[in-house]
């Protein structure tokens, strides 16, 4: 088990197999250095943890824990094409997709869960570039949907 692994066993948010795509397209891809997730939802298991709306059906605790998920689904798709999430030399930019009520506006604030926690997990690595935006529609009603970029060593 990796470093970080055993971190995410702690904070009761262990690993899971890689979530498989929800349709046509790769669920991770490496070039060169670079590893890129596409967006992961707040599955558990086959579960979706959270469905609907931030700021409507769902509130925005509810929503930062569901970028949490997503980014714990984020790494395993990264550990299921590196090997170990030792590898991550950075965590370069996370992007997150808020499923927003009308007039929500705490999209930063949800996506915290997510910059939080790769923090606490990698240290000043952690640290990440992101965009957080707040949408109308979201696949299969989840809350959230993220994607990361990393670079890992060789």
């Known amino acids: 088990m990796s470093t970080i692994e055993?971190?995410?066993?702690e904070l009761g948010?262990?690993?899971?197999?890689?979530?498989?795509?929800?349709g046509s397209y790769a669920p991770v891809v490496r070039t060169g250095n670079l590893v890129m997730t596409s967006g992961q939802?707040?599955?558990?298991?086959?579960?979706?943890?959270?469905?609907?709306k931030v700021g409507s059906q769902l509130h925005e605790q509810d929503g930062w824990n569901a970028a949490r998920i997503c980014a714990v689904?984020?790494?395993?798709?990264?550990?299921?094409?590196?090997?170990?999430?030792?590898k991550i030399r950075q965590i370069v930019r996370?992007?997150?997709?808020?499923h927003s009520a009308p007039e929500f506006r705490g999209q930063p604030h949800v996506?915290?869960?997510?910059?939080?926690?790769?923090?606490?997990?990698?240290?000043?690595?952690g640290r990440h570039t992101r965009i957080a935006i707040g949408v109308a529609e979201m696949p299969l009603n989840a809350a959230i949907q993220l994607g990361l970029w990393v670079e890992v060593s060789e």
């Open 94 to 98: 996370v992007e997150g997709y808020v």
């Open 111 to 125: 996506l915290n869960g997510a910059s939080e926690l790769l923090v606490e997990l990698f240290g000043d690595r």
């Open 13 to 22: 948010l262990p690993l899971p197999a890689a979530p498989p795509p929800v």
């Open 73 to 86: 689904n984020a790494l395993a798709q990264i550990k299921s094409c590196v090997g170990s999430l030792d």
């Open 41 to 52: 939802l707040p599955f558990i298991g086959k579960q979706m943890a959270f469905e609907g």
């Open 6 to 9: 055993a971190k995410l066993v």
